[in-house]
């Protein structure tokens, strides 16, 4: 009797334990994201990357951690585009990461995130064209679009899908296919996507980068 | 008290669990990084089964565990993992710093004496694009390389001059094999045009010295060429770029495992040359055509059979005033017909091998004839020796085949083992005048290298060559070493020693065989950084010429020399944005003594201060490129050196230096698309350029008579070189390309 109590109550203790782990990691995935939602140099997003990590380990079976350490990885390659090589690190780091996401996705039924992931690592195959576009350009220029349009093609109503296209549009040369004022018209679409300001773990960034697109002069 | 139980059941119970039944300790600790930032979220594991967890958000963790011996391992990405025997009889507090983990991203990669332009580079490391693509470079890769430290800016002849070393001492291979003339037959005074299509290649090593025991045959620099494998998908294009003309089709089979090409090029000079006025006066061509046809099939997985054949011809006739007689002229009349077979092939076997096997052939025929002519044009024949042997008609056939295996041995860590062996053979069959003459030789060569990691960031390439001449009837070991040391900040310092031998020219080879190979050994220190889009190095060097041809007072190999030098590169990606440029200074201090020299000379291809700027700037938004490129060379020195009879030797009569040299050249492209309706939508641009821009007057050295009274300058044909062209290139949809080699 005695020890059929203890065996229940140890049972009951590492179940309540566990919950309050979920728990705490889901607070703290929330107060990444959070964080996340104000970051704006790389130095904030390397730091959120590990953050992210962090909570990957402890929730080994959630995708999102993986994503956001994957999308911070893809914002730091935007900003420093102009560093070459030293965008390496980051772009390897944030296709691992990526792909590791997509794991833990049943892409059957998950369409919406594998769409979310989808965009994440087209970002992360663009950083890999800043390392030097003459060699690195023609394999992972290709990929980023590739994987852009498997994004739309999964969500085409995801903001961030259409707002990857929207910078393709942007930055490329009119010549070779680009358009700025379509980069313009799927940066507003994407905004008009977001309107309402989601505060969630769920992927609702977007805003600041079509807003900065819209931004620019030329 | 049944509920007070419980309670104390519920808080004491892991820890009863714990230390006390089993006999556990607690290993506590905080995991910083070498800066003392705490790391949070790193994991922390054991060997022990089940004990485990993380850092806390400040770094810090605790772990319980068995007593007796364990490993502790603590690891976070970007970092080296970090292991630890322990011998646990008490709880412990430990302080642990994880190291940063560099070598994944900055692996060591030997680079003494060497420029490398690859497909696979990153930031501003060079590309074969890069490379060719500098302003001034007339679709020679040897010009286009002058825009970097060691090369000389020899505008009188075709070649590389590199860390005073002559043209010959400078030989090109493609994908293993020798390119035995890159240039078409030399001209005096003139540069010639290359015979080699410079888009053909992917890679691009340029070394100016303490390359690998895989090459040889070069006291001073390899160019060594690696061609390209199969096209992403069939294209042609054609230019116009008048005198040149220019069309070429890729086609790539179904399967996308075999492809085939052809291009042909025709220049006539003729039309060009009576708009832009010359200083020679041309009463033949200048013509060239050349065509060339290539195969690549892909066998298996990685493996590639590769087969480029390239055949050309040219025709140029030019008068010149007689140095030694106003009355007269000197005619130079000079046809090459050429053609350079190249079957390579490339596989893997058993998981770790790599074998790339080669073969060439090549022909060549030079005809050269050389007479006085007067005023009218007709011939003229004087009775003095000297003026009468400037009359001469030369006619040189010459075979050259060459075989060559090597084997790899790939190994972990990105270690290597090569070794391989390649047999040259060459036969010239001349004619001069009246005399006929024959050279054959056999050279073979067996070589064997090994790439060694020594530790962390420290790596070495050890090789040693061993060449036999059947002509000179010796053999030669030659060693060589590289070291290379990355610092932790991505510097890396290198060094390379190695030994050089090559052979006497075959124009010294025709009258005399009784010869030794010639030899230099290079000392190479050098330092390069390259991070964010920027890339420096600075390279100190020193080279020892032993054996060189003395052609006085006898033919032997008494010559010496040395060269010694600094040099400097920077280039910047990153500064402004769309604008990529490098800078380069090199200082050669070199003197030898060989050919008719009285004593240790400075050669007169030997400037001691030259320094480069090549330019590019992309403006993006109207597609157009601006391509610049500047060099500067300190005056060189020019001798007059002849026989004297009264002292029967050879003396210098007249010396100086020349005025320095400076030459800008200019290049703008633009592309733009018409046709856009069709299906294959057409990629069009033009181009202009003009090479010294500026006109200013370049004297490369000076000519002078028998009797030394007259001097005549050496300079360029025309003050400007002037070109303007389309090019349209269809099918491969290169929307790609432009978009990723611009966002």
């Avoid at chain 1, 772009?91 to 990526?98: F, L, W, Y």
């Avoid at chain 1, 980069?183 to 994407?190: D, T, V, W």
Wanted: proline residues 4%; charged residues 20%.
């Amino acid at each position: 009797m005695k020890k059929s109590v203890i065996t229940i109550l140890a049972l009951l203790c590492s179940y309540f334990n566990s919950d309050a782990q979920g728990k705490t990691t889901t607070a703290a995935l929330q107060n990444a994201v959070t964080k996340l939602d104000r970051a704006k140099n790389a130095g904030e997003y390397e730091g959120l990357e590990k953050e992210f990590l962090g909570i990957a380990e402890q929730e080994k079976k959630n995708w999102l951690p993986y994503y956001y350490a994957a999308f911070c990885n893809a914002k730091i390659g935007f900003l420093k585009q102009d560093d070459g090589e030293g965008i390496e690190p980051f772009s390897n780091r944030g296709e691992d990461q990526a792909k590791r996401a997509k794991t833990l996705l049943d892409t059957l039924g998950q369409k919406k995130e594998l769409s979310e992931v989808y965009t994440v690592l087209s970002m992360v195959y663009r950083t890999k064209v800043f390392i030097n576009p003459m060699t690195y350009g023609r394999k992972y220029g290709k990929l980023s679009q590739e994987y852009r349009v498997k994004a739309q093609a999964l969500n085409p109503q995801n903001p961030r899908a259409i707002y990857v296209k929207a910078w393709e549009m942007y930055k490329t040369p009119k010549l070779w296919g680009g358009n700025k004022e379509l980069g313009r018209q799927l940066a507003e679409q994407s905004l008009g996507l977001l309107k309402d300001p989601e505060t969630g773990v769920h992927p609702h960034w977007g805003k600041a980068e079509s807003q900065e697109l819209l931004n620019k002069n030329n | 008290m049944k509920a007070g139980f419980i309670k104390y059941l519920f808080f004491v119970l892991p820890f009863l669990v714990s230390s006390v039944v089993f006999g556990q300790y607690r290993i506590s600790g905080i995991v910083k990084s070498e800066k003392g930032n705490a790391i949070p979220f790193a994991s922390v594991s054991t060997d022990q089964k089940g004990a485990g967890t993380q850092t806390d958000s400040i770094g810090r963790f605790t772990l319980q565990v068995l007593k007796g011996n364990l490993t502790l391992m603590v690891s976070f990405v970007g970092y080296r993992l970090f292991k630890k025997e322990l011998q646990l009889d008490s709880s412990v507090a430990l302080e642990i710093v994880l190291k940063p983990d560099t070598r994944s991203l900055n692996e060591v990669v030997i680079s003494a004496g060497s420029f490398e332009a690859s497909d696979k580079a990153k930031g501003a490391s060079l590309t074969a694009m890069d490379a060719f693509t500098v302003a001034g470079n007339n679709g020679d890769l040897a010009l286009a390389l002058r825009s970097l430290p060691g090369a000389q800016q020899i505008g009188e002849m075709d070649g590389l001059f590199v860390r005073g070393g002559t043209g010959e001492e400078s030989r090109q291979f493609i994908d293993g094999t020798l390119l035995k003339n890159p240039n078409y037959p030399k001209l005096p005074g003139i540069q010639q045009y290359a015979r080699v299509n410079p888009i053909l290649f992917k890679g691009i090593l340029f070394s100016t010295g303490g390359y690998s025991a895989l090459y040889g045959g070069a006291m001073s620099s390899a160019l060594i060429l690696e061609s390209n494998d199969l096209p992403e998908k069939s294209s042609a294009y054609f230019s116009v770029f008048p005198p040149n003309l220019s069309g070429g089709i890729q086609q790539l089979s179904a399967d996308k495992k075999s492809s085939l090409g052809v291009t042909l090029r025709y220049t006539k000079a003729s039309l060009y040359n009576a708009v832009v006025k010359q200083r020679p006066d041309y009463f033949s061509g200048p013509e060239y055509l050349e065509g060339d046809a290539n195969f690549r099939i892909q066998t298996g997985k990685q493996g590639m059979l590769k087969f480029y054949t390239n055949w050309n011809r040219s025709d140029v006739g030019m008068r010149n005033p007689d140095i030694d007689s106003t009355a007269l002229k000197l005619a130079d009349h000079v046809k090459g017909k050429s053609s350079y077979n190249n079957l390579s092939y490339r596989g893997h076997f058993a998981t770790h091998w790599q074998v790339e096997a080669g073969a060439a052939y090549s022909y060549h025929q030079d005809e050269v004839s050389t007479g006085l002519e007067n005023a009218a044009g007709s011939p003229v024949e004087l009775s003095q020796e000297a003026m009468r042997l400037k009359n001469r008609q030369r006619l040189i056939k010459s075979d050259f085949s060459q075989f060559r295996v090597v084997l790899t041995d790939q190994l972990p860590k990105n270690q290597a083992l090569r070794f391989g062996a390649e047999h040259f053979y060459t036969q010239d069959r001349g004619r001069l005048n009246d005399s006929a003459f024959l050279l054959r030789d056999h050279l073979s060569a067996l070589f064997a290298e090994g790439d060694i990691y020594l530790a962390p960031g420290l790596a070495t390439k050890i090789g040693t060559r061993i060449e036999y001449s059947s002509l000179l009837r010796k053999a030669v070991v030659a060693p060589r070493l590289s070291i290379a040391y990355r610092l932790n900040n991505g510097g890396q310092f290198n060094l390379a020693y190695g030994r050089f031998y090559q052979e006497p020219i075959n124009e010294i080879l025709y009258q005399n065989s009784e010869l030794k190979f010639s030899s230099a050994a290079h000392y190479i220190l050098n330092y390069t950084k390259k991070a964010n889009n920027r890339f420096f190095r600075i390279e100190v060097y020193r080279k020892d010429y032993r054996d060189l041809v003395k052609t006085t007072p006898v033919t032997d190999n008494g010559g010496t020399g040395y060269a010694q030098g600094l040099e400097l590169f920077f280039r910047d990606k990153k500064t402004i944005k769309n604008l990529d440029y490098w800078i380069t200074y090199s200082y050669l201090d070199t003197k030898r003594t060989e050919l008719n020299y009285p004593y240790a000379l400075r050669p007169s291809f030997a400037a001691p201060h030259t320094a480069t700027i090549a330019l590019k700037q992309n403006f993006q938004e109207i597609n157009t490129y601006l391509n610049i490129s500047y060099a500067f060379a300190a005056g060189r020195p020019y001798y007059d050196i002849r026989y004297h009879a009264a002292d029967q030797s050879y003396r210098i009569f007249d010396q100086g230096r020349t005025k320095v040299y400076s030459v800008a050249n200019l290049q703008v492209a633009h592309l733009f698309s018409i046709f856009s309706s069709w299906r294959q939508k057409p990629v069009s641009g033009f181009s202009v350029g003009v090479n010294n821009i500026l006109g200013t007057r370049q004297v490369f050295g000076y000519n002078y008579s028998l009797d030394g009274s007259n001097k005549v300058p050496i300079t360029l044909p025309a003050a400007r070189y002037f070109y303007a062209g389309i090019f349209m290139s269809f099918g491969i949809d290169r929307t790609g390309d432009f978009i990723d080699k611009n966002l």
